[in-house]
């Protein structure tokens, strides 16, 4: 308002004040206007150093008329105000690049831009300009940026042909890639010069390196061609920030570890080249000079530069940045957790003490005290104990407080007095698979006296299990009372053991105490699950049958598996690793059962290889995977067919191997057949002896058992047969009536009952007959 109140005489003004016709004459006019002048300039230019720049990008040679910016909306203008207000934009020189459309006045590309001919080599190519209201007069500054475009071609070297006319060079092609074409461009002395035209923008870590071929043909018949190779090297620029491995890191250091100690390294990759893809490192902590850690700009190593304490800080989060060497950089995060060592010594608090105590009482409360140990978990447990040959026991009550107490009524002229030393019982833990000479804790005591009687030396009592290698096991420093482990600890074979440490002054005499040290091994992940079914080490593979009927969801059989570690890891899961069919089979996690997870199809192969994994949830976690073949059936009740041909077998092994399976089954067959066949025609004997015996007068003829005579009853009430007969029996097949038809008696040869007397066959029987 007060730049719009200076200014309201001058609203006549309709041009810019470097270029507005007429502005010197109007000047002349009279010594008001020239200070009206001056003061309308002192304005405009504290104006435009206040004044909001709003920017607009385009890029080169985009059509005329393109859109290039609603400058109602941007300058906060009512509809319609700038045609009210009159409206232009104003560029230095005579070139407008910009104008408004006559409709919507939204600012409109006017012409085609050329960056190379507007700006040159200079870069980012800006073009400035200004927005010029009327009533009351208003000024807004702006800029175009024109955005590049690769529109300039490579000159290539030109090809030289001896021939004239049309047989002289006519063209150039390239060979076929998806970045280049080449142009033939014609020269004003006649010649033809290539030119190599970049279509697609290029990646130097996708390719660093291009080899192309030129060829140079004429006009001739047969035409002529000569090749060149362009060998184009990929320049690298950055455009790749480095990224780490991980975007969360997670490392754990226990609270005793060196100045220096390795904490976790991390990995950034940059795949830009040179110094682009250089990567150094850098550690954001909250407070960088108290922060206990340091990192190798170089390696990406972090390490331990002060001491830590768990019971101040038990955990550190700390970001580290990557950056190239332009400048691009990636972040990362790092969850630093301090582990708890026991490096606190337990304390004892007496809250009271009786003594002297009457003789002849049971159970006198002697003392109350409590202890307490600044350590954390397993290592803030604290067990207390005294001599077990005193007559004294002691009691826990409240949470780490204790009494001490009589064992039973004591007698003054026995004992006077008694000496209770009251230790802690140290509790140490060791990971299995340790190295030997481990330290693994430190018995620490302490002595009022003075001098040489405050020196004080450690030692290892004999353990009180005679079975227990104490001294295979465990050592202890006599000056220092620090306990080491001998030898690697197995969580499987001895999973804690207890053992008594002496502490004895260099008086005269020598004063001792006991404090009993507890050692827990614990469990590492060294045992791999243990597939127990199906048998991965069977000689043949196992096969599990599979009826094509089996609804979603059917059992086909269940991992069994164990693992010889303890607690978590020994916690197992089961997984498919591979399938014949994927999505026909699932396995449960934690059951291991294999299910069917769909209808089974005639598509699906009739065998079916699976191969199942089963992992412990150590860390790191180990596994074990077994395979478990499946046999798609009709139904339980067919044949058994062979197991699949093993790894490597022989294409003509297979068919080879049915050949006796075949053969058997057909023998079966045959053989139930004729069982079959056999049984009906005894049925069919039977039937017929009968018919024919009621048929014929004399008897029945039946067969005899080979040519040994037998005594045949006549059923006809006629007497004994003289002669025994056996007659061949065959079917006729394929008769819709199964006729059975005896073609011939066969004569046994019986012994003679006579010289010269022959037998003779029984009229009564038919030579041949056919039954129904």
């Not at 190599?196 to 030129?214: N, S, W, Y």
């Not at 009927?549 to 978590?568: M, N, R, S, T």
């Amino acid at each position: 308002p007060v730049v719009a109140h200076w200014v309201k005489n001058l609203t006549s003004i309709h041009e810019d004040v470097g270029s507005i016709p007429g502005l010197t004459q109007w000047v002349k006019g009279s010594a008001h206007r020239k200070r009206q002048v001056v003061i309308f300039i002192i304005l405009m230019l504290w104006w435009a150093a206040g004044s909001e720049l709003f920017q607009y990008s385009v890029l080169e040679e985009t059509e005329s008329g393109t859109f290039v910016a609603n400058l109602t909306k941007d300058l906060g203008l009512r509809m319609g105000e700038l045609a009210a207000r009159s409206a232009r934009v104003v560029f230095k020189g005579n070139r407008q690049p910009l104008q408004f459309d006559s409709q919507t006045y939204d600012l409109l590309l006017s012409d085609k831009l050329d960056r190379e001919e507007l700006c040159g080599s200079t870069e980012p190519c800006v073009l400035p300009f200004q927005v010029l209201l009327e009533n009351p007069l208003q000024f807004f500054q702006a800029a175009l940026l024109i955005g590049d475009i690769n529109d300039h071609a490579f000159p290539l070297k030109m090809a030289q042909d001896l021939d004239a006319g049309s047989n002289s060079l006519q063209s150039y092609i390239i060979s076929s890639n998806p970045h280049f074409h080449v142009v033939t461009r014609n020269r004003k002395d006649g010649r033809k010069s290539p030119e190599l035209v970049l279509d697609k923008a290029l990646d130097r870590e996708e390719q660093p390196e291009l080899r192309l071929t030129l060829t140079a043909l004429d006009g001739g018949s047969p035409p002529r061609s000569g090749t060149a190779e362009i060998q184009i090297l990929v320049l690298d620029i950055n455009d790749n920030a480095p990224e780490f491995a991980q975007e969360f890191y997670e490392a754990q250091v226990p609270e005793n570890s060196s100045l220096g100690s390795l904490v976790i390294t991390v990995s950034a990759r940059d795949l830009d080249a040179g110094s682009f893809g250089e990567v150094s490192y850098a550690l954001f902590q909250v407070d960088d000079v108290n922060q206990p850690f340091e990192i190798n700009a170089n390696t990406g190593e972090i390490r331990l530069r002060k001491t830590l304490d768990f019971e101040k800080f038990q955990s550190y989060q700390v970001d580290i940045e990557a950056t190239d060497g332009g400048g691009l950089s990636g972040k990362c995060s790092l969850l630093i957790k301090v582990l708890d060592v026991n490096d606190n010594a337990p304390e004892l608090t007496i809250s009271s003490l009786t003594s002297p105590i009457p003789e002849n009482q049971p159970e006198i409360i002697v003392a109350v005290f409590s202890v307490s140990d600044a350590d954390s978990g397993h290592n803030q447990q604290v067990i207390v104990s005294i001599d077990e040959s005193l007559p004294f026991l002691l009691r826990p009550s409240l949470e780490n407080f204790y009494t001490l107490v009589t064992e039973g009524p004591l007698d003054r002229e026995e004992r006077a007095e008694y000496n209770i030393t009251i230790s802690p019982a140290y509790t140490l833990r060791v990971r299995e698979n340790n190295s030997p000479a481990l330290h693994i804790g430190t018995v620490r005591a302490t002595d009022a006296d003075a001098g040489a009687n405050t020196q004080l030396t450690y030692s290892l009592l004999p353990p009180s299990d005679p079975h227990l290698p104490l001294a295979s096991l465990v050592a202890i420093n006599p000056d220092t009372g620090q306990l080491f482990a001998l030898r690697a600890l197995d969580y499987e074979a001895l999973r804690a053991f207890d053992f008594q440490v002496r502490a004895a002054d260099r008086g005269a005499p020598a004063l001792s105490s006991q404090a009993r040290v507890r050692v827990l091994v614990a469990d590492a992940n060294d045992h791999a699950p243990v597939v127990l079914y199906p048998p991965p080490n069977a000689s043949a593979p196992c096969t599990e049958l599979l009826p094509r009927a089996a609804e979603p969801g059917y059992l086909l059989a269940k991992v069994v598996a164990v693992d010889g570690d303890a607690g978590q890891n020994a916690w197992l899961s089961y997984r498919l690793l591979q399938a014949t069919e994927p999505g026909l089979f699932g396995v449960g996690a934690h059951s291991g059962e294999v299910r069917t997870a769909r209808p089974l199809s005639e598509r699906d192969a009739p065998r079916q290889r699976l191969l199942l994994l089963v992992r412990d949830h150590g860390e790191p976690p180990l596994s074990a995977s077994v395979p478990l073949h499946v046999l798609l059936v009709d139904g339980f009740s067919q044949p058994y067919l062979p197991p699949p041909e093993a790894p490597g077998r022989a294409p003509g092994a297979g068919a080879g191997a049915d050949e006796p399976l075949t053969v058997a089954l057909v023998g079966a067959l045959a053989c139930v057949s004729a069982l079959l066949v056999g049984a009906l025609l005894a049925l069919a004997a039977g039937r017929l002896c009968r018919r024919g015996g009621a048929a014929s007068a004399g008897g029945c003829a039946g067969p005899a058992e080979g040519g040994v005579p037998g005594q045949l009853l006549d059923v006809g009430g006629t007497g004994t047969l003289a002669h025994g007969y056996r007659y061949e029996v065959c079917l006729a097949g394929g008769t819709g009536t199964s006729e059975f038809k005896f073609l011939k008696p066969i004569l046994p040869s019986f012994p003679s009952q006579g010289p010269g007397r022959e037998m003779e066959e029984n009229p009564t029987v038919r030579n041949s007959f056919l039954f129904s």
